[in-house]
């Protein structure tokens, strides 16, 4: 067993790997930083508001934000209405998308309420005319040889033909109700089957029903099924739960997918795309990317050491007050610090150090200058304590 290269459209990616859209969370800065590491194949934007976008929203240019280096790219709407959900998918064509994404798995209200996300997992129907719908859209606006090179970030680019549209991804649940899954009723292998046959050239499930939300565990056997469904068509990314690289690993050989996707680890482990590549390449599982531009070729990546972490932070806040300015950059490292300071602490003689007051310090930071300073000092041995009370993930998983 050896996962082909994934291909999405014109755009073979470097890895089978793929960061995921966590609304808040995967933005230009921390994208940017997983990509610096290695082994990420795709990255996506969080979802994105078609209307936003077409009104030009602050909120939304920052958050469809992307440049040469973050590439690919995939953009991610969420939304019901077919035209509306078609101009955004041009929008993303023309500021830089590599690969447009259809949410159609978030549970949240907001979101469902006005019968997007993972809604459209009760009205197959409607789910397949707006995928059907931007295939026609990203159809009439095709990107040429020179635009896919830059797009792709690979000068050398020699697409088939001159003209090729930006492909478009879905990313779905198992389906709603836990009810239906479990009587074997779960939307999903039909839904994949029926996106593939209106031109959606991958799909990601998420191995959850909208019902769990975030509860329980991974339901391989969910993703599994939609891969035997499709058989073959179009590649099917699992996601859910992967936080080491066996975990990836696992998925695979449960479910037969193609990828994997990884959302939460990353925000603790910016480092695991590296880490779980060059475990699959181990495993015998991932093909060698030795002909691609962005291919890792570490097939034993040293454990990254407590500076190399720390300077990963760094980055981020750094990253982020250039994109999005200092008041963002202070916000974002106040609620991530819980999440980098998951891999923080190990010491060499196998003990752990306390963080508390190294997030503490952090929280309480008033200025750049002050989350700098916290950070010197954690590296210079001080905000360690004896011990230390790991909390569960920081972020609700909504
Ligand atoms: C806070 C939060 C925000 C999320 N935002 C999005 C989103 O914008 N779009 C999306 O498709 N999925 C979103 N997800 C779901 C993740 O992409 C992913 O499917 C899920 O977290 C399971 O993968 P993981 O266990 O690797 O995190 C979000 C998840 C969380 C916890």
């Given at each position: ?46 979802l994105l508001s078609p209307q936003g976008l077409l009104r030009g929203t602050?909120?939304s240019?920052?958050l469809a ?10 953009m991610q709407l969420y939304g019901s209405d077919p035209d509306i959900m078609a101009e955004g998918a041009r929008w993303a064509v023309?500021?830089?998308a590599?690969?447009v994404d259809i949410n159609m798995g978030c549970?949240v209200d907001k979101v469902t309420k006005k019968d997007g996300g993972s809604k459209l997992l009760t009205d197959l129907s409607r789910a397949v005319g707006i995928a059907e719908r931007i295939v026609r859209e990203l159809?009439k606006c ?26 478009l991804?879905c990313k779905i ?18 839904l994949?089957?029926m996106l593939?046959?209106v031109g959606v ?198």
């Amino acid at each position: 067993m050896q996962l082909s290269p994934l291909q999405l459209g014109p755009v073979r990616l470097a890895t089978n790997l793929l960061l995921a859209p966590i609304a808040g969370y995967c933005d230009l800065a921390f994208r940017t930083v997983c990509r610096e590491w290695g082994g990420v194949g795709l990255a996506c934007t969080d979802l994105l508001s078609p209307q936003g976008l077409l009104r030009g929203t602050a909120t939304s240019l920052d958050l469809a934000r992307t440049n040469d280096f973050d590439k690919p790219v995939g953009m991610q709407l969420y939304g019901s209405d077919p035209d509306i959900m078609a101009e955004g998918a041009r929008w993303a064509v023309e500021h830089g998308a590599t690969v447009v994404d259809i949410n159609m798995g978030c549970p949240v209200d907001k979101v469902t309420k006005k019968d997007g996300g993972s809604k459209l997992l009760t009205d197959l129907s409607r789910a397949v005319g707006i995928a059907e719908r931007i295939v026609r859209e990203l159809e009439k606006c095709p990107l040429s040889a020179d635009d896919w090179a830059r797009r792709i970030g690979d000068p050398a680019f020699t697409p088939q033909s001159p003209r090729i549209p930006v492909p478009l991804t879905c990313k779905i649940r198992l389906c709603w109700h836990t009810a239906d899954f479990e009587a074997g009723r779960a939307c999903s292998p039909r839904l994949a089957r029926m996106l593939a046959e209106v031109g959606v050239v991958a799909v990601t499930v998420h191995g959850r029903t909208t019902e769990d939300k975030f509860a329980g565990t991974v339901r391989h056997d969910g993703i599994a099924r939609v891969v035997e469904a499709v058989d073959g068509c179009i590649p099917i990314i699992g996601n859910g739960d992967v936080r080491e690289p066996a975990d990836a690993e696992a998925m695979i050989r449960a479910t037969g997918c193609s990828g994997v996707m990884i959302g939460r680890g990353a925000l603790s482990t910016p480092w695991l795309f590296r880490d779980t590549w060059a475990h699959l390449r181990r495993a015998g599982l991932g093909s060698p990317s030795s002909e691609h531009p962005d291919a890792v070729e570490t097939l034993s990546p040293l454990p990254p050491t407590d500076e190399q972490k720390i300077a990963t932070i760094r980055r981020y806040f750094e990253l982020a007050r250039e994109y999005r300015g200092d008041h963002y950059a202070m916000t974002q490292i106040t609620r991530r610090v819980s999440w980098f300071s998951k891999r923080l602490g190990f010491n060499p003689d196998g003990t752990r150090s306390g963080l508390k007051p190294f997030k503490e310090a952090i929280r309480l930071a008033r200025s750049p200058v002050e989350v700098h300073t916290a950070l010197n000092r954690y590296l210079a041995g001080e905000l360690r304590a004896g011990c230390d009370v790991q909390t569960e993930d920081a972020i609700p998983a909504s």
